[in-house]
């Protein structure tokens, strides 16, 4: 067997006394280690910029007339249907 080492990048953030409060207050509800959520939420919150900044190209080209708007739509739609079932299991 062998064991393949993952080099992750490190971030440092300095927090401000209410954020730092409710990361710890979801952490032990969650019983996951502090540096696990924090990567979790910034994960999901990429994630979601992502997704809203497709949204708004989609806007912009479905006003522009873009034909291929309509696949976009439909991709879109489909990768949020996904999603809701993601959070639903």
């Known amino acids: 067997m062998c064991a393949s080492i993952r080099v992750m990048a490190r ?3 300095t927090l401000d006394k209410e954020t730092f409060a409710e990361l ?3 952490t032990k509800l969650l019983g996951k280690p502090r540096a696990t959520l ?3 939420l910034l994960h999901e919150a990429l994630a979601s910029r992502r997704a809203a ?3 708004r190209q989609l806007a912009a080209d479905y006003a ?3 034909e291929d708007a309509r696949a976009l739509l439909r991709d879109l739609e489909s990768a ?3 999603l809701m079932d993601d959070e639903e299991a």
């Open 38 to 40: 924090a990567r979790e």
């Open 53 to 55: 900044s497709r949204r």
């Open 24 to 26: 710890d207050r979801h």
């Open 80 to 82: 949020q249907l996904e």
């Open 11 to 13: 971030v440092n953030l």
């Open 64 to 66: 522009a007339g873009r």
